[in-house]
């Protein structure tokens, strides 16, 4: 089979190009300050008079926020008031723009971000789901270039700052309240869920950084601190992270280091999603997946802590712990709350009367959820022989041959590719031998970083042309991992008695984004063979939906799981699992962020395909997910399925919660409705105690 090659649009962008005439002085770094939006923000929308961009602007507008018209090929006259341009180059010089929302598809929103870096746009922030992650290598080495743009995203719900109205994404209004909270979130539901429990305790929010759960993200953790750090309006701060990268890591550093040279800081708590999650596996963001040597989410917990973070184990807790951390700190409790209810306009957390029924779905970017490619075994090999004809490669390693671990795959502090080595195969030493060393995206891996890498290999006793082959093979994997669109290339390398290079056990994934958006490499994607996959997920995925089963060979593993969203999902595992409630989950499934009736029903349908599984808990966060239309998803799905008698307990809370927990209760069903996290979890618990 040929290599599948780039597309035109990748080709190009080989060309390394300097944006900011200010570039040579200064760094991406030197763009943090972008961040900090307010009544003052010009924002712009890219793919403006589309039917999700319409909607949110309205509502944005609605909202406060200042909306200064838009990008369209071709422009034309307006669009709800305001001007539509052709070229975000036009945008910026006629409507001076500090910000542009990127309400484009992901097959094009590459493309759109790079428009914008062009035209220097201060503050960039996209929103769509499953863009390729080359893409995104290839803007943010584009974005190390220049001094001017900063990026949010990409899959981010975006930024929001609710004591300035001003929303850039596509955050749940009626959530927000103004208010001296900081958040900085990889996870969209989970951050709803902190919010609300922040806008209930009557603190409010300052300012809200959405960076997303993709593998590489524009803005990150530490880049969030320094904002809030500075920021008056921040009195203390929360983060919300998963499994996956190093991001966490780094934001325990710069909180240690923030310790030490500031007498009075701001207070700050966190939770950590996936801490649960089984090893090796995709939970549902295209980012939630420990890669080798990297920190699991019960060690970010762990390392968190031990920086002086305040930890919890649900983001239902963030608001008594925040007013308890503020107490703590001297401040002002009172004060606070009443500089927050003094703009808080009354929401659906604030306000206890009921909704009318409105159920309608709202609409949705991209429904399918993202999975990589995963070539193991023979298929692997074979694969790779075709691409490195010159090497020999088997699927197993020989037990009487030392091997070293050689790898090409994503730096994600960095944000760039990069070499992993290690000198030991043996899982128990890999992990603590293992070095990264991060590359140009553009250019490749320079001869000084692959001989660094060989060095680390310690192939001291192999000869010269071992040497030489093992260069090769590195160059040669870094082109492919470019010319493939890999996320991983992973092999075991042993040198022969003669001097000759072999290859063992390569584990390649790839990122099939770039099939699903943009249908590159088509002749590679088809090389899937779901027949050595789990049938249920192969299934669950056809449906937009992401399912892992959990313990499989553990009978008490009995609790079923119905969530929407994957960070969510993950600390719904989690938190039922920790003490007090000790349970046990049979599953991780996450409907998506923007669950539907159908997609409900579906779900319950998958579950219930697991003997285990004795009773089955429903935990919806209605973000952007309306809990009526969940309500009714719950119901049709005792109309239409078999429930074999199992007891249901649901939790909704958010959009529409009394609408949803009423229509729950007048079912007549054997359902049971509750609000806070903890009551129900403690009920699915001694339902899998009594059944």
């Known amino acids: ?158 930024i929001i700052s609710a004591i300035g109205k001003c929303r850039i994404g596509f955050q749940p209004l009626p959530t927000f309240s103004p208010g001296h909270i900081g958040i900085v979130a990889k996870s969209g539901t989970l951050s709803y869920e902190t919010v609300a429990s922040i806008t209930r305790a009557g603190l409010g929010q300052s300012l809200c950084i959405g960076m997303g759960g993709d593998v590489v993200a524009g803005t990150n953790f530490v880049d969030a601190l320094r904002v809030f750090e500075t920021d008056v309006d921040t009195e203390a701060i929360v983060l919300v992270g998963e499994v996956g990268g190093s991001a966490e890591l780094e934001a325990a550093e710069w909180i240690k280091d923030y310790h030490r040279r500031e007498k009075n800081p701001k207070p700050i708590a966190a939770v950590v999603g996936g ?172 001869q000084k970083t692959i001989q660094a890498a060989i060095e680390h290999l310690q192939l001291d006793a192999a000869p010269p042309a071992a040497h030489a082959q093992t260069a090769k093979l590195i160059s040669r994997l870094a082109e492919l991992y470019r010319e493939q669109e890999a996320v991983s290339l992973a092999v075991n390398l042993s040198v022969s008695s003669s001097g000759s290079l072999h290859l063992s056990q390569p584990q390649l994934f790839y990122d099939d984004a770039a099939f699903k958006s943009n249908k590159r490499h088509s002749e590679l994607h088809a090389l899937r063979d779901v027949s050595q996959e789990s049938t249920v997920e192969v299934e669950a995925e056809k449906s937009g939906i992401v399912f892992v089963k959990l313990h499989p060979d553990d009978d008490s593993a009995n609790i079923g799981t119905l969530v929407n969203g994957a960070g969510l999902a993950m600390n719904t595992v989690d938190a039922l699992a920790l003490p007090p409630h000790n349970g046990k989950c049979a599953n991780f499934l996450d409907t998506g962020g923007k669950a539907t009736s159908e997609t409900v029903k579906t779900s319950f349908e998958l579950i219930l395909r697991d003997p285990r599984v004795k009773v089955i808990f429903v935990n919806i966060f209605g973000g952007l997910t309306d809990c009526g239309m969940i309500a009714d998803g719950v119901i049709m799905a005792f109309e239409k399925v078999d429930m074999q008698g199992k007891p249901v307990v649901v939790r909704l809370r958010g959009t529409n919660e009394e609408v949803g927990q009423k229509k729950i209760a007048e079912s007549g069903l054997p359902l049971e409705a509750f609000d806070g996290f903890h009551e129900a979890a403690q009920r699915v618990v001694e339902l899998t105690q009594s059944t």
């Open 1 to 158: 089979m040929p290599v599948p090659r780039l597309t035109s649009n990748l080709i190009r962008s080989s060309r390394t190009r300097l944006f900011s005439s200010s570039a040579v002085k200064h760094s991406y770094e030197d763009t943090v300050q972008n961040l900090k939006i307010g009544k003052h923000t010009r924002v712009l929308y890219q793919g403006f008079t589309g039917k999700v961009a319409t909607q949110n602007a309205k509502e944005s507008i609605e909202y406060g926020t200042n909306i200064v018209g838009g990008v369209k090929p071709g422009g034309s006259a307006d669009h709800l008031g305001l001007p539509v341009l052709s070229t975000v180059r036009e945008a910026k010089e006629q409507l001076k723009p500090d910000a542009t929302a990127i309400y484009v598809a992901a097959p094009h929103a590459g493309k759109a971000i790079e428009e914008a870096i062009e035209a220097e746009i201060p503050l960039i922030v996209a929103v769509a789901e499953h863009i390729p992650l080359h893409d995104i290598l290839r803007i943010m080495s584009i974005l190390k270039t220049q001094s001017k743009s900063r990026l949010v995203g990409a899959n981010a719900p975006g």
């Open 275 to 446: 801490r649960m999650a089984p090893p090796g596996r995709v939970m549902g963001h295209a980012g939630a997946w420990a890669g080798v040597g990297e920190a699991t989410a019960e060690e970010k917990y762990k390392i968190l802590q031990n920086a002086g973070v305040t930890m919890v184990d649900h983001p239902e807790k963030f608001g008594n712990v925040m007013k308890t951390l503020l107490k703590q700190a001297g401040k002002d409790v009172g004060k606070i709350q009443q500089s927050a209810a003094g703009n808080q306009r009354r929401s659906m957390h604030t306000a206890r009367r009921l909704r009318p029924a409105v159920t309608k779905e709202l609409p949705r970017i991209n429904t399918s959820q993202q999975r990589s490619l995963h070539l193991r075994n023979q298929k692997a090999v074979d694969h790779l022989s075709k691409s490195l004809e010159s090497f020999t490669i088997s699927e197993e390693t020989s037990n009487d041959t030392d091997s070293v671990y050689l790898s090409i795959s994503v730096d994600r502090s960095s944000r760039e590719p990069c070499v992993i080595a290690s000198p030991s195969t043996n899982p128990r030493k890999l992990h603590h031998r293992l070095r990264r060393f991060p590359y140009s995206y553009l250019k490749g891996p320079d």
